[in-house]
């Protein structure tokens, strides 16, 4: 079976060597090469041959107001410039947007879906990481690295990554899913949530678990794990067995919960994500 590391778009190893970190975000000699250009939650792109692809060259005209660029790295040794457009700004004449969320029906091929979420947490950062958490001072980039350092109490943070863990509970020959309120009529996936400080990855999913569906799943097996750049999460993703109890929905978290025969899922999540890849290849018995 394909590893994880290497199916999934949003994880880097997706790329297959092709992208070299720039860690400081300084520039390089000259400001070309490709262009992600995010806009709440889109990539704005040029069509070409009916396939999206990157502006490249210098930075495209007609992005008064965007922010600062940012290099980001290197793809197939050409530089990746990192820019935000405002929400209510035009899209640049020439430009089209395409949105980086597989809920929302994304069309991009996984190697730009990969590129724009690491640029759209590059960009979270950097929204995020102004000033010392600890003093309120205006912070500064970390020479080689992408963390900050205060210049007045020295305290240095680096970007956050939120860990969550994601399972598929089995019973035989059934499947325990869950929906929220807020999800497309009839679409169910995984049980999921954040680990707590002090939880080991298996507490959290005993903890969550037992939250959100009241049931008690034992033989929790490791499955693979997927960045997650909405805004900035790590989701771990586990199957387990179930080991009893009733079935009890937390309301504040969940609309419903049930089981479902494995061969009969319903509406599931895309397979651009881990929870879709785990009900793809761990669903059956």
Not at 4 to 24: E, T
Not at 128 to 139: A, D, F
């Amino acid at each position: 079976m394909t590893p994880l590391s290497v199916y999934l778009p949003f994880n880097r190893d997706c790329l297959r060597g092709a992208f070299v970190p720039a860690k400081r975000g300084g520039p390089p000699p000259a400001r070309a090469g490709q262009w992600l250009i995010v806009q709440d939650q889109n990539l704005l792109v040029t069509q070409g041959d009916g396939d999206a692809r990157l502006p490249t060259g210098e930075m495209p005209p007609g992005l008064e107001g965007a922010s600062p660029p940012l290099l980001l790295g290197t793809y197939s040794d050409t530089p990746c410039w990192v820019t935000q457009l405002p929400r209510d700004a035009n899209v640049p004449e020439g430009l089209s947007r395409e949105t980086l969320v597989p809920m929302r029906g994304t069309r991009l091929p996984d190697d730009l879906l990969s590129l724009g979420g690491m640029a759209m947490q590059a960009l979270w950062w950097e929204s995020t990481s102004g000033h010392c958490p600890r003093c309120g001072q205006r912070t500064e980039r970390i020479e080689n690295e992408w963390g900050k350092q205060c210049p007045a109490c020295h305290y240095e943070h680096y970007p956050h990554l939120h860990p969550a863990v994601i399972v598929l509970v089995r019973d035989g020959d059934r499947c325990l899913l869950a929906r929220k309120r807020e999800w497309a009529p009839g679409r169910y996936a995984l049980v999921a949530g954040f680990v707590d400080n002090g939880e080991c990855l298996e507490g959290a999913v005993e903890r969550e678990v037992k939250e959100e569906v009241g049931v008690d799943v034992k033989d929790i097996r490791y499955v693979g794990s997927q960045n997650w750049p909405f805004p900035s999460q790590l989701m771990v993703g586990f199957v387990a067995s179930y080991a009893g109890g009733q079935v009890k929905v937390d309301e504040d978290e969940l609309e419903d919960a049930r089981w479902f025969p494995c061969g009969q899922l319903p509406n599931s999540p895309s397979r651009h994500s881990i929870a879709g890849y785990i009900l793809k290849n761990y669903a059956q018995p």
